[in-house]
């Protein structure tokens, strides 16, 4: 029953303590991994998960590949199990790939991203994406009927062969099916980058490279533009909007990030056009630094809203900034994610690898962040205090019968060998910049964090 391409793999379930000298915030113990153990050049590629989401309770998981799939996972009810297990749901094929004859491109059926619909009944929605085409699905559970047979065996019997015989119906196993309910299309000539569900449950937005257009949930063929800062001329082009998001409580405001670092928030209440921000949030510039790699670094990769709405996060390729809605001049917190590899910079570019879109989000509760890095690392970081940890996602890292997470030590170089080197130390020359942590999502409501790490699905807990 359970998905070939994400097996479930069963933990060994454990009371979480604590590392010496570790605490137990940071403290973080393996659960659960879907997916398939194999070697690099093995993986295929439709495997790589580019898209993890919980729904608003965190009952529900689903995950998207680049091969067009999502996979929904449901949170296990036993009480003699862990709150954090999760099972096998469903799976269905939301994207095909597809082929634009008038400009000649193929389309991927990547998924790019998933959002859960707040749940009003038995069945689940989603929104999925891919680079164009915008899609509503629908998972429930539907009960098939067997047979229909006429009274029981006794009534074949000859003493009761005039007796009235009343049908009776009876049912197979329930399954759980997925249906495409609308299909929202042909609004935007450039790839989509992200979609966001309004708070009034009613409307939702979706962002290209140049536009932003905002949709009702019930109407599929038409959407209203509601940001465009496409100019006239092509060459005058400056920056792109790269994520966007609305306010988790005020229906009229939403915030864009763009790659040059800047963030604007618009109130639709102004106007129906909002390409003059209400708000910009922008951090000066520093005349010390002046690299070539600068404006690549500053380019934010997504943004998101915390659960009260007071703050927001960006995460760039170096770091995450936590900014206040109420202060545009610069963060109020700044969480460097992989210093060391500052130095790499230039090989990073070579290969690509600065251009990684990396995702970032909040905790439940607001009080930390999580947002990967390479080599399967993953960084928490801890608002108030501004201590962090650097972990990874891996089953070569989880020690002891009770799999706890050790802590990662990354050193900068190794011409100056560490003294009794252990599992957890880690040089930079070393790292494996394929194995990149893109998604992740923390429960809304509970310390557990989904990983993609490549074709795996990691769930630790605390």
Request: aromatic share 12%; charged share 25%.
């Amino acid at each position: 029953r359970y998905s070939p391409r994400l097996p479930f793999s069963r933990p060994l379930v454990s009371m979480a303590s604590s590392v010496a000298g570790l605490p137990p915030e940071f403290t973080w113990n393996f659960s659960q991994v879907f997916g398939d153990r194999v070697g690099e050049s093995d993986i295929s590629e439709a495997d790589i998960i580019s898209a993890v989401e919980f729904c608003h309770d965190g009952e529900y998981l689903a995950t998207g590949d680049r091969g067009g799939r999502v996979v929904l996972f449901e949170r296990t009810q036993d009480p003699r199990m862990y709150s954090a297990e999760y099972k096998f749901y469903a799976e269905f094929q939301s994207h095909e790939p597809e082929f634009d004859y008038l400009k000649s491109i193929e389309i991927e059926e990547k998924i790019n991203q998933i959002r859960w619909l707040k749940r009003k009944h038995a069945a689940h929605f989603l929104l999925t994406t891919n680079d164009k085409t915008i899609k509503l699905w629908k998972v429930y559970n539907k009960s098939y009927t067997l047979d229909t047979v006429f009274g029981s065996e006794a009534d074949t019997d000859a003493r009761d062969a005039g007796a009235i015989r009343f049908p009776k119906s009876r049912y197979m196993e329930v399954r759980t099916e997925s249906r495409c309910k609308r299909v929202y299309s042909n609004a935007h000539a450039y790839h989509i980058n992200s979609i966001s569900i309004n708070s009034d449950d009613e409307t939702f937005l979706s962002a290209d490279d140049l536009r932003i257009n905002l949709w009702n949930h019930e109407i599929a063929d038409q959407s209203f533009n509601i940001v465009d800062i496409k100019p006239a001329s092509m060459d005058e082009l400056s920056e792109v909007i790269t994520s966007a998001k609305f306010h988790p409580h005020h229906c009229n405001i939403f915030i864009y990030s763009t790659s040059k670092g800047n963030i604007r928030l618009g109130d639709m209440r102004a106007s129906a056009l909002c390409d003059r921000q209400a708000k910009l949030f922008e951090e000066p510039a520093s005349g010390a630094d002046k690299s070539f790699f600068k404006e690549i670094l500053s380019s934010i990769s997504d943004v998101k809203f915390s659960s009260s709405g007071r703050y927001f996060l960006t995460r760039d390729y170096m770091t995450v900034k936590v900014w206040d809605v109420n202060m545009e001049s610069k963060p109020v917190e700044t969480f460097p994610i992989h210093e060391h590899l500052r130095s790499k910079l230039s090989d990073l570019y070579e290969s690509d690898c600065v251009f990684d879109k990396f995702e970032a989000c909040f905790s439940g509760d607001d009080s930390h962040i999580l947002s990967g890095s390479y080599n399967n690392h993953f960084k928490i970081c801890n608002r108030s205090t501004g201590r962090d940890v650097l972990l990874e996602a891996s089953r070569d890292a989880i020690e002891g019968p009770q799999h706890i997470l050790t802590p990662m030590r990354v050193h900068l170089s190794d011409s100056h060998a560490v003294r009794n080197p252990r599992s957890c130390d880690v040089y930079v020359n070393q790292m494996d910049f394929n194995q990149k942590i893109l998604h992740a999502a923390w429960h809304p409501q509970r310390p557990i964090i989904a990983i993609a790490a490549v074709n795996n699905l990691y769930l630790f807990r605390q």
